[in-house]
């Protein structure tokens, strides 16, 4: 069997190449490249997925993230509570603004941010919360809203890995006063470069949100405050309409593929994480906790399967962030996970036959 990457965007492009390649030459002929139909198109079709009354399309999802902490009014002065364990673009959009990340930990089982960690750390300083949806699983949304409404605090949804998930029968994004999404390619609906989107039900975030994303503009030329270019370019969008259609598709295949690994991948040298009965995973990493995570990735390798670590060094121990004053053993739980965790193959397009090797080569690893 050839080597198996874990995630290989190849096979999805060769499966739909015709509808995307049309889908790009209608942006070519008709110019529209830097936001404009195609874009407007697809914020249409992303709000009535997640189902909100509101999508913004932007260049990424670190500036999304960005807009939403600007359009929440966080600046100098200010802290927000994200997770320790997520890629460091969660705690990007709450510095670029001035405002100070304050660390939280996360739970041992489900991985995901922890609402006793995140009650002690508020202070008069607080303004919100960035929850994630890690690896897919939606965090505790209920909880975690429960304590911001009690101390007057914001709270925002990070979706960069959780496009279709679902707390309690809700559509991630729709949850918070904002929904960040990233359409980076390897996401589960991912662009043919970068994109990312801000959700949301508030005419007043989104109209804020669609000037800051355009040189703080209303009116071309008449710049009301200080803005960014965060446009969606409008390749992204027509290539976002094309994959939404499937996405429903693409979800089901990675829950079939997680569930499987949960119920056949028996060795006890692996924790799994935990998925609570009130959501509905999607399955975009499948993370495992291993004894020596160095070790099996390289068994992985030598069966010509690749593995890999997300994330290796939790944001509070990483050197940009050396001056907030962190250290080993304030976030135990995101700190063990960084050092024990491997992530498998999980694709859509991934065979039974792949996933059947998958499950026998953790099934025989003896550590």
């Known amino acids: ?205 989104y109209k804020h949100i669609n000037r800051l994303k355009n040189q703080g503009c209303d009116v071309r030329y008449y710049h009301d405050e200080i803005g960014y270019n965060y446009r969606l370019e409008g390749i992204q969008g027509a290539v976002l309409s094309v994959g939404l259609k499937y996405l429903p598709e693409w979800t089901r295949r990675r829950q079939e593929i997680g569930k499987r690994y949960l119920n056949e991948i028996t060795n006890p040298l692996f924790t799994m994480q935990k998925h609570p009965d009130n959501t509905t995973p999607v399955f975009h990493l499948f993370v495992v906790e291993v004894p020596d995570h160095n070790h099996f990735i390289q068994y992985m390798a030598d069966a010509d399967v690749e593995c890999n670590m997300h994330y290796p060094v939790p944001c509070h121990l990483q050197k940009a962030y050396a001056k907030l004053g962190y250290k080993k053993g304030d976030c135990p739980n995101a700190e063990y996970l960084a050092e024990h965790c491997v992530d498998l193959p999980l694709f859509p397009e991934m065979t039974d036959g792949e996933v059947e090797m998958v499950i026998a080569l953790c099934n025989a690893y003896k550590g």
């Open 1 to 205: 069997m050839a080597y198996l990457k874990r995630v290989d965007l190849s096979r999805d492009y060769a499966a739909h190449r015709s509808e995307f390649d049309e889908a790009i030459k209608k942006v070519c002929e008709e110019t529209a490249f830097s936001g404009g139909t195609y874009a407007d198109r697809f914020d249409r079709e992303f709000a009535e997925f997640v189902g909100t009354q509101y999508a913004s399309g932007v260049n990424n999802g670190t500036s999304a993230l960005h807009c939403a902490m600007l359009a929440l009014g966080v600046g100098e002065g200010d802290e927000v509570i994200v997770p320790a364990n997520t890629y460091i673009a969660t705690a990007w959009g709450v510095t670029y603004t001035g405002a100070t990340p304050v660390f939280a930990d996360c739970t041992s089982d489900t991985w995901e941010i922890s609402p006793a960690s995140v009650e002690k750390l508020i202070t008069p300083r607080t303004k919100g919360i960035i929850g994630v949806h890690l690896y897919g699983q939606p965090f505790d949304f209920a909880s975690i809203k429960e304590i911001a409404d009690r101390h007057g605090l914001f709270v925002v949804e990070d979706c960069a890995q959780a496009h279709g998930a679902k707390f309690e029968g809700r559509s991630v994004g729709s949850l918070g006063e904002l929904g960040c999404f990233s359409f980076y390619p390897g996401k589960n609906l991912y662009s043919f470069g970068e994109g990312g989107s801000v959700t949301c039900n508030s005419e007043e975030y």
